[in-house]
């Protein structure tokens, strides 16, 4: 079976891609319209006339917690409101237009803030926003754009806005943590204009995708060029993956470019700067971008370093690599998503964090899906890690075995990366300039079978969504093939609808495999005082891919041409023709 996007089975990952040839890539842009069957959160009418209730908006942690009690009245908190675009019928035609090599609209992208005057909120519509807020006791502040209002006011103000309680509540793990106990109301007036109310509870939302092998665990690894074996180098991943002649005869190492990364913890820059020097790559310049005040918080900073090395590995010559850096709760996630739509800085941007379907609210799943649509309308390129369990993205939560992909990479306007593996088949060694292992990328999946994970932590994420349906774009050989395809109420759909299949390309995800990286950072444990690890995961398949795009880009604008935008109507179209098999690879097993 052929194609690059067939879907793992629940215990398996059979069916994973690497980009073999950029050359191809670039030489060919083909893409085709593609419109989608999103999923709405609907609003329905509360028991009161004068207010409508949100459903859904209770976090799902709530019903397996116990409540320790109220909330303290007085704390100082920050809440945004979400709103729905206008006229979104114009909008999906124009996505359609633009992603349609027939129509005159063809990568005419959207311009900075072009789509905030022509879908944005109304006047009237804002003044009704603002008029609630003001009422109820609580004080704007400033936020990335129109869409999103955020405010300040106590515990109790913003109960009574919201005709709700915050509890605090422990779960049975010992986890504790404030949020709502009964869904949000607004009042009737806003009905139809309120998408979402973000930032009553301070769940965690996200955790990092990346994946490091258990021989770092007391004994040094040893695979690649890196120090001391610790993985693969920048040169190897050139080789292998034949970003040579990109560089070459194309002349671009990504010239012209700005790369962007949405990261939930800060880490130290230092680090990066020694990775550079080591394999001789020059300096990046990286923007740091703050959302809601940024994050304090250290416990990722591996995460954001992998990234941010994976992208100056591959594509050692861009602009800037912008890091957005925002606190791990709800309102830090719809708010830096949203902010680097309303910057439209970053031509290809990455995210290697994410969390189970089932665990995210229908709201935050919709706001996210606004943002994502955005940048492609901006022809911006979005790619999101599909995470490390397989398809048992909820295990490592709450032990439920039932298959489930992760959020945000089932997105229908992301492009979702999922991993292989060349452990125990092949390792370049010291071998700076390897050619690609015909025969040797095998499928990623470590010790699963059809009901459990004895590893939970050892499979390049693949599955079906149980919220999205199958993307208009998401044809072609390989697609909605396998006994693991679903239709209908999996994914909240008519009978005869498929639903989104995930991933949408792969490279070499497994930490057996890995990638050499530097991080000393003393606030994450996965880091080392002798800062040289060897680090894996879908979270180092999706800033190497977010740098593929930066690749094309740059070559792109040295020729008068516009970025590649939204990948995946591209790379599906491209699934068809004679010329897959010159630039993927199928690991169809493993």
């Known amino acids: 079976m052929r194609g690059f996007n067939d879907v793992a089975a629940p215990y398996s990952n059979s069916f994973r891609y690497s980009v073999v040839r950029l050359t191809c890539i670039i030489s060919v842009l083909l893409l085709v319209a593609a419109s989608m069957l999103s999923i709405h959160s609907a609003i329905t009418r509360a028991a009161s006339p004068l207010y409508v209730t949100l459903p859904d908006s209770v976090p799902s942690q709530v019903a397996n917690a116990q409540s320790t009690g109220h909330y303290s009245s007085n704390v100082s908190m920050s809440i945004g409101i979400m709103l729905y675009p206008n006229n979104q019928a114009k909008i999906d035609a124009l996505y359609t237009q633009l992603y349609d090599a ?133 040169s190897q991943i050139a080789g292998i993956y034949d970003a040579n002649p990109v560089y070459t005869t194309m002349n671009t190492k990504g010239q012209g470019v700005t790369l962007g990364l949405m990261e939930f913890s800060h880490f130290t820059p230092g680090d990066v700067f020694a990775y550079e020097s080591q394999y001789g790559l020059g300096t990046v310049a990286l923007q740091y971008v703050s959302v809601q005040g940024g994050t304090t918080d250290h416990s990722g900073a591996s995460e954001v370093e992998l990234d941010i090395e994976m992208m100056v590995a591959l594509a050692p010559l861009v602009d800037h690599i912008q890091v957005y850096k925002a606190p791990n709760n709800e309102l830090g996630d719809i708010w830096g998503y949203y902010q680097i739509a309303e910057d439209d800085q970053s031509n290809a941007v990455s995210t290697s964090w994410g969390d189970c379907e089932a665990t995210t609210l229908s709201s935050i799943v919709v706001s996210e899906a606004q943002s994502f649509k955005i940048m492609a309308l901006q022809g911006q390129s979005m790619f999101a890690a599909t995470g490390d369990n397989g398809a048992f993205a909820c295990l490592p939560f709450n032990g439920n075995t039932t298959v489930r992909v992760q959020d945000p990479s089932s997105q229908p306007y992301i492009t979702a990366v999922g991993g292989t593996s060349f452990a125990g088949t092949f390792n370049p060694g010291t071998n700076q300039n390897p050619n690609y292992p015909t025969g040797k990328e095998k499928a990623w999946n470590e010790n699963c079978t059809s009901t459990t994970c004895t590893n939970p932590n050892g499979g390049g994420g693949g599955g079906v969504s149980r919220l999205w349906a199958m993307p208009s774009y998401q044809t072609g050989p390989g697609v909605n093939e396998n006994k693991y395809s679903k239709t209908g109420t999996w994914c909240k759909q008519t009978t005869s609808i498929p639903c989104r299949e995930i991933p949408d390309v792969s490279l070499n995800s497994d930490g057996n495999s890995g990638y050499s990286i530097y991080c000393t950072d003393s606030g994450d444990k996965n880091c080392s005082p002798s800062g040289w690890l060897m680090i894996g995961g879908t979270s180092a398949a999706a800033p190497l891919w977010a740098a593929i795009a930066g690749l094309i880009d740059s070559y792109h604008f040295a020729h008068g041409r516009t970025s590649l935008g939204f990948a995946n109507p591209f790379l599906y179209e491209f699934n068809a023709t004679n010329a897959y098999s010159n630039v993927f690879h199928g690991i169809p097993k493993g």
């Open 102 to 234: 027939h129509s005159p609209l063809y990568h005419h992208w959207l311009r900075k803030k072009e789509f905030d005057s022509l879908f944005g909120p109304t006047s009237g519509q804002l003044a009704l926003i603002t008029q609630f807020l003001s009422q109820s006791g609580l004080h704007l502040i400033q936020g990335p754009g129109p869409l999103l209002i955020p405010a300040m006011g106590t515990t109790v103000q913003v109960e009574a806005a919201f005709h709700t309680t915050l509890n605090n509540y422990r779960l049975p793990n010992g986890t504790t943590f404030f949020a709502n106990s009964t869904n949000i109301q607004i009042p009737m007036n806003l009905r139809g204009i309120v998408e979402g109310v973000f930032g009553l509870n301070n769940i965690v939302k996200n955790r990092s995708l990346l994946n490091a092998p258990t021989s770092l665990k007391g004994v040094k690894p040893s695979y690649g060029g890196g120090p001391n074996g610790s993985g693969l180098t920048p």
